[in-house]
């Protein structure tokens, strides 16, 4: 078995930190299954500290489609396939343009706007359905942003959220949203040339084991009423929002 893992993993990729993703695969699936969100970003500040900078967000991108199609696929009578094609026309708009944008927002600018959003959308009062222009504007700004942050589950929960959709509804339809995020996000990084090949059994692991944690936090979800949901996703809201917003400040910071 060790001599096989030189063989399945990028050279730049030691044997136990492809192990440990492996294994939060599963349990940030779980979380993203069971709440609504939350695991892509866990994921993501994880696999930031042990892959290439240059590799980070391209990847990430392809085992999140992963873990999303699964998550699709085992709620897909609860998708709203209305939702779906306007955020993903928004969404070629916004990925299109974040692949060749030669002028770029300052990222602290990008942090605090990101971060005020979801705020707003987790606890503004008497907020209305927004509707389909919404979500195509909710699509293209967070295709756009992905090609930067990686993880934009947050903004995209935040748009949905609008929405007022059950929990069953509101998961299912947010995971095949972020489905033609990925999707589109990973089309343009091998357009620009990037080389996925040495990755994919590493992906394909944590994928499997993405799916696992899903069919477990999918149990917990069917078992949670819409309140209680409501609840727990405006706080998991407000965490990443808050860490948004910190994020934005230590930039400024650094860069003053």
Known sequence: MESLLP???????????ALLLIALSAFTSFIS?????GGGVLLLAVMAELLPLAALIPVHGVIQIGSNAGRALVMVRHVQAAVLLPFLLGGVIGAALGG???????????????????????WGRGVPP?????????GGVS???????????????A??????????????TFAACMVLQHGLKIA???????????????IVAMIATGFL??????RLLHHMGDTNFQRILTVVLTLLALRLLWSGIEVLRQAA
């Open 143 to 157: 295709s756009f942003l992905t090609m930067f942050f990686g993880a934009t589950g947050p903004f995209v929960a």
């Open 100 to 122: 060749v944008v030669a002028v770029r927002v300052p990222p602290w600018l990008l942090y605090l706007g990101l971060g005020a959003f979801v705020l707003w959308a987790a």
């Open 130 to 138: 927004l509707g389909r222009r919404m979500v195509a504007l909710g």
């Open 33 to 37: 299954a069971a709440f609504g969100l």
């Open 7 to 17: 063989v399945l993993l990028p050279p730049e990729l030691p044997a136990w930190a």
């Open 188 to 202: 343009v990084f091998g357009l620009l040339g990037f080389a996925y090949g040495p990755y994919l059994p590493f």
């Open 213 to 218: 944690g899903t069919v477990i936090g999918r």
């Open 159 to 172: 748009v949905i959220k609008t929405l007022n959709l059950g929990r069953m509804e509101h998961v299912g």
